[in-house]
């Protein structure tokens, strides 16, 4: 009956944390953003200073690069990539609609109809209502760009305290060495998760780009963009990439080879990358099964939103390890248990 009790405290415990995680999504995703940034990039750091780099400089070098990258790389190239497809969208809008009607068309000569509603409704669902949401890209771009200076600040002091932390960490009061060696393995899987992660799906995102610019499949580049954030997804993210390729395929040419050499694109794309050589670099499996990262990819997304997608796997990693750890403590304390029973039912014997 204590082992029952035990599970469903700990379930509770579990709901109220994912509840409470789900409240305060805005922030946790946020902070989340910052600690993974920091992971990731600091291999670089200590790169540096293996190189006899001095520790301000190492430290000036990092920002600077880190903040060119993002505000004259990334934002400028994502900028420019949506300003493009925006642009593009009467266009691919018109299209559609005649795509649409063809299919209808086609269906309709072998005796499978689509209700007129349903047509008239597509058709009728104008661009008056989608530029909308496409001019709503402009504020969006703003507001992510002054979360993308709040994130640099805060990744930018905690660079700063990357030669002292340790010992910061070493000398909390509850921080003995036994979990200060947990607390370093967890970081480092992490970090060689995150690492590993982002090489395969940047290139991942630069074969997709380069695939569907020989096809001419337009807004490739908004795609190949695409498909490197997606890749972060487990299960998901290669099916949800694919989708938006197809469909501008099949808008653009009309001819359903293209779409054909679309669909083997990605799919040889991700299994060489995603499935061959992703592996291989990773070198370990981190003891999580398949259909846990994808209940965990459900879990994480509902309780943090697209960020908590992304990250699904180090989150439940760094979870399964925290978990571990604990388990780890309870056997001990039973083992040191048992031994002083065995210890003083000998010494009655005697």
Same mark, same amino acid.
């Given at each position: 009956?204590?082992?029952?009790?035990?599970?469903?405290?700990?379930?509770?415990?579990?709901?109220?944390?994912?509840?409470?995680?789900?409240?305060?999504?805005?922030?946790?995703?946020?902070?989340?953003?910052?600690?993974?940034?920091?992971?990731?990039?600091?291999?670089?750091?200590?790169?540096?200073?293996?190189?006899?780099?001095?520790?301000?400089?190492?430290?000036?070098?990092?920002?600077?690069?880190?903040?060119?990258?993002?505000?004259?790389?990334?934002?400028?190239?994502?900028?420019?990539?949506?300003?493009?497809?925006?642009?593009?969208?009467?266009?691919?809008?018109? #299209?559609? =609609?005649? %795509? *649409?009607?063809? +299919?209808? &068309?086609?269906?309709?000569?072998?005796?499978?109809?689509? !209700?007129? $509603? /349903?047509?008239?409704?597509?058709?009728?669902?104008?661009?008056?209502?989608?530029?909308?949401?496409?001019?709503?890209?402009?504020?969006?771009?703003?507001?992510?760009? #002054?979360? =993308?200076? %709040? *994130?640099?600040? +805060?990744? &930018?002091?905690?660079?700063?305290?990357?030669?002292?932390? !340790?010992? $910061? /960490?070493?000398?909390?009061?509850?921080?003995?060495?036994?979990?200060?060696?947990?607390?370093?393995?967890?970081?480092?899987?992490?970090?060689?998760?995150?690492?590993?992660?982002?090489?395969?799906?940047?290139?991942?995102?630069?074969?997709?780009?380069?695939?569907?610019?020989?096809?001419?499949?337009?807004?490739?580049?908004?795609?190949?963009?695409?498909?490197?954030?997606?890749?972060?997804?487990?299960?998901?993210?290669?099916?949800?990439?694919?989708?938006?390729?197809?469909?501008?395929?099949?808008?653009?040419?009309?001819?359903?080879?293209?779409?054909?050499?679309?669909?083997?694109?990605?799919?040889?794309?991700?299994?060489?990358?995603?499935?061959?050589?992703?592996?291989?670099?990773?070198?370990?499996?981190?003891?999580?099964?398949?259909?846990?990262?994808?209940?965990?990819?459900?879990?994480?997304?509902?309780?943090?939103?697209?960020?908590?997608?992304?990250?699904?796997?180090?989150?439940?990693?760094?979870?399964?390890?925290?978990?571990?750890?604990?388990?780890?403590?309870?056997?001990?304390?039973?083992?040191?248990?048992?031994?002083?029973?065995?210890?003083?039912?000998?010494?009655?014997?005697?």
């Amino acid at each position: 009956m204590s082992k029952i009790n035990d599970w469903l405290l700990k379930l509770a415990a579990v709901s109220v944390i994912m509840l409470g995680l789900k409240y305060a999504s805005a922030l946790i995703t946020q902070i989340l953003i910052i600690i993974f940034i920091a992971v990731v990039i600091s291999p670089i750091y200590y790169w540096l200073r293996r190189l006899r780099f001095p520790n301000w400089l190492a430290l000036i070098t990092l920002i600077l690069s880190m903040v060119c990258f993002t505000v004259f790389g990334i934002i400028s190239f994502i900028t420019q990539t949506i300003q493009k497809f925006a642009d593009k969208v009467p266009d691919y809008y018109t #299209q559609f =609609i005649q %795509i *649409v009607r063809d +299919v209808s &068309s086609w269906l309709a000569s072998h005796e499978v109809y689509i !209700p007129e $509603k /349903v047509i008239d409704y597509i058709a009728s669902f104008g661009l008056d209502q989608i530029m909308p949401i496409v001019k709503g890209v402009t504020p969006f771009m703003v507001s992510m760009l #002054q979360q =993308i200076i %709040i *994130v640099l600040i +805060v990744v &930018s002091f905690i660079l700063c305290e990357l030669n002292s932390l !340790p010992k $910061k /960490v070493r000398s909390i009061r509850w921080v003995n060495k036994d979990i200060y060696v947990r607390m370093l393995r967890i970081v480092l899987d992490i970090r060689h998760y995150m690492g590993i992660k982002t090489l395969i799906s940047a290139a991942t995102g630069f074969f997709i780009y380069l695939g569907l610019k020989l096809l001419g499949v337009p807004s490739a580049e908004a795609l190949g963009l695409l498909a490197f954030i997606l890749n972060f997804v487990p299960v998901f993210g290669s099916i949800l990439a694919t989708i938006p390729a197809v469909i501008l395929a099949s808008i653009n040419s009309g001819d359903s080879g293209i779409v054909v050499y679309v669909i083997f694109l990605y799919l040889v794309v991700n299994q060489v990358l995603g499935n061959i050589l992703e592996p291989k670099f990773m070198g370990k499996g981190f003891g999580i099964s398949p259909v846990v990262v994808l209940i965990a990819v459900l879990i994480w997304g509902w309780a943090l939103g697209p960020v908590g997608m992304l990250l699904a796997v180090p989150l439940t990693m760094a979870v399964k390890s925290s978990f571990d750890s604990l388990r780890k403590e309870e056997l001990d304390q039973r083992k040191e248990q048992d031994d002083s029973s065995v210890s003083d039912s000998s010494n009655e014997i005697k």
